[in-house]
């Protein structure tokens, strides 16, 4: 279990985003974080799971409900939405670079997926996270990592690649800019 102190976790922070978006129930959020979903495709969360993950952000105080409808199958399903505490904490989460290359695939897609759909600029992100992993390729490919260990090869070529990718996107986003 998280200590009461740790921030939220990424499955809180993708219903957050969701729900920065606009209200939503429960069930349209689990939808979205399905494998098949629009953010599934990059950090799926099970029903209970996503549930769970809504109740934590209101015990948090990041989401509130802010009405009801009623439901398909009977019964009434809360509409929640994001507190501006929750808005502050989420944009605060998606401008910040992940610490670890091996959060590139997980937290870093998350964030650049959600802030996309959220319409936040990611140009700051993109640039302190290529620093970030520029920082650590450079330090990966000292002699001091030894050539033949397929560990610190591996994390070289990742890191590699992972500037590669920065570069594109800030490419892609300065083109987008201008057109």
Not at 92 to 120: F, G, I, N, Y
Request: aromatic share 6%; hydrophobic share 45%.
């Amino acid at each position: 279990m998280q200590p009461a102190t740790a921030g939220p976790l990424l499955g809180e922070w993708a219903c957050l985003g969701i729900l920065y978006q606009g209200p939503a129930h429960g069930y349209t959020i689990a939808g979205r974080l399905k494998p098949g979903g629009d953010v599934g495709r990059v950090w799926t969360l099970s029903r209970p799971l996503t549930y769970r993950a809504i109740d934590l952000l209101t015990a948090r105080g990041f989401v509130a409900h802010v009405g009801e409808e009623p439901g398909l199958a009977g019964g009434t399903r809360t509409i929640l939405a994001a507190t501006k505490p929750g808005r502050a904490g989420f944009r605060r989460w998606v401008r910040t670079p992940v610490e670890h290359l091996r959060d590139l695939r997980s937290e870093l897609l998350l964030k650049l997926v959600l802030a996309e759909q959220c319409r936040l600029d990611t140009r700051d992100l993109i640039a302190a996270q290529r620093h970030r992993v520029a920082a650590l390729a450079a330090a990966l490919e000292s002699p001091a990592t030894g050539a033949a260990d397929p560990v610190a090869l591996w994390r070289s070529e990742t890191a590699n690649a992972a500037v590669r990718f920065l570069d594109r996107l800030d490419r892609l986003d300065r083109r987008d800019r201008r057109a």
